[in-house]
Structure formats: structure tokens, C-alpha cells
């Protein structure tokens, strides 16, 4: 079945970076967009961008442009999204998210979600 | 940049009952790319409808999904106690989610 595994929590400090890796298993890793979504505590979801695991190719809404990287690394069939310059109020769980497929046929949707990782950013 | 205002913020209704969520965008959406998911407490979301009204694999009938350009609807024709949840709208690929319709059941 399909699966998003994504690496446990992190606790960082104001103006550090942060790496939160997600692996892929049950389908063919460079077929479909992987996602990346967060939600602080108690707030609703945010959509950050996604990237083509095919070709490397990304995009990340305005408001992370400049300071999230999303890659990948087909040979383990995992993405990693990177955050820099860290905040308080990036504080949030962070998941990554799978194209949603059905029957070899694609979608638009966020289909497979990961169990998510939560980020501290504290003093 | 589109942006998803879902009414109203909160519904509260009794087992069986119909729940009428709406999502409205500020300006014409692709009904191939509207998406509605819900999330229960401590957990990931999950993809209800994709395309405005196609049901995801395993969602119950009674979820269905309609609307186009502007004006997208999420119904539950009879709730359950297992719907108790926030709902989302999203435009896929594209735009920021909706503020989310929490949904209580009596």
C-alpha cells in the first residue's frame, strides 16, 4: 500500500534551519508530485509548494520563496523540504503529501498523506 | 492569487441531519482541481472529493461534492457521529486552503 514516512520531530532555535525527510513506498516514487502542507497548533492547513520527483523541478508559494528547498533523492524514494532562518511562528506539523492516484490513472488531488512532523522553534 | 473563503465557520447539527459546506473562491476556478478533505483531531487529513464532486477511494456516499467556477459545495446527506471534523477546500496545485468548516455533531 501506499506510504509516507516522514522523519520525527525537531526542536530548533530562532534563526536555524531545519530538514524534515519523507519516504516513499508502495508506488512508483517519480510518477507523482510529492507536497509539502503545515499547520501550526490549533490553526488550519498550509499549503507550501510541492516538487516533480522526476525532474527535480519545485514550486513554493510566495510567502516561503527564498526560504524553503525541496529535494529529492529517487535512489531511496524520499523528498526532504527544507525551512532556513527559522521562527516561532514556523512552529507547526509539517506533512508531506502524495499526488492522490487510483487504478495506474492520476488526479488532482492530495491523496497520500504522511504522519507529519512536528517542529518546535523555540529559545 | 485565488483565495478560498469557506462559510460558515461552524456547523452544528444532529445525527442524520444534512450538512451543506460551501467554499467560494475569489475568482473563477478550474473544477478539475477543486478538492475538498477532511481532519479529524490528531490526525493527517484525508481527500474526500477531488475534481469538485468525484469521491476518493473508500469515501462514503454520502459525501458528494458540486459547483463551478466561484461556488463549490460539500454535502453530507445524513451525518454520522464519525463526521464530527474540520473540513477544507483547496484548489490543487494552485492556491492556499479554505479556512476550514469545523463540523459538530449534537
Known amino acids: 500500500q501506499v506510504q509516507l514516512v516522514q522523519s520525527g520531530a525537531e526542536v530548533k532555535k530562532p534563526g536555524a534551519s531545519v530538514k524534515v525527510s519523507c519516504k516513499a513506498s508502495g508506488y512508483i516514487f517519480t510518477d507523482y508530485y510529492v507536497h509539502w502542507v503545515r499547520q501550526a497548533p490549533g490553526q488550519g492547513l498550509e499549503w507550501m509548494g510541492w516538487i516533480n520527483p522526476k525532474s527535480g523541478g519545485t514550486y513554493s508559494v510566495q510567502k516561503f520563496q527564498g526560504r524553503v528547498t525541496m529535494t529529492r533523492d529517487t535512489s531511496i524514494s524520499t523528498a526532504y523540504m527544507e525551512l532556513s532562518r527559522l521562527r516561532s511562528d514556523d512552529t507547526a506539523v509539517y506533512y508531506c503529501?502524495?499526488?492522490?492516484?487510483?487504478?495506474?490513472?492520476?488526479?488532482?488531488?492530495?491523496?497520500?498523506w504522511g504522519q507529519g512532523t512536528l517542529v518546535t522553534v523555540s529559545s | 492569487e485565488i483565495v478560498l473563503t469557506q462559510s460558515p465557520g461552524t456547523l452544528s447539527l444532529s445525527p442524520g441531519e444534512r450538512a451543506t459546506l460551501s467554499c467560494r473562491a475569489s475568482?473563477?476556478?478550474?473544477?478539475?482541481?477543486l478538492g475538498w478533505y477532511q481532519q479529524k483531531p490528531g490526525q493527517a487529513p484525508r481527500l474526500l472529493i477531488y475534481?469538485?464532486?468525484s469521491r476518493a477511494t473508500g469515501i462514503p456516499d454520502r459525501f458528494s461534492g458540486s459547483g463551478s467556477g466561484t461556488d463549490f459545495t460539500l454535502t453530507i446527506s445524513r451525518l454520522e457521529p464519525e463526521d464530527s471534523a474540520v473540513y477544507y477546500c483547496q484548489q490543487y496545485g494552485i492556491s492556499p486552503f479554505g479556512g476550514g468548516t469545523k463540523v459538530e455533531i449534537k
Open positions: 503529501v502524495g499526488d492522490y492516484f487510483d487504478s495506474g490513472s492520476y488526479y488532482n488531488g492530495l491523496g497520500y
Open positions: 475568482q473563477s476556478v478550474s473544477s478539475s482541481y
Open positions: 475534481a469538485a464532486s
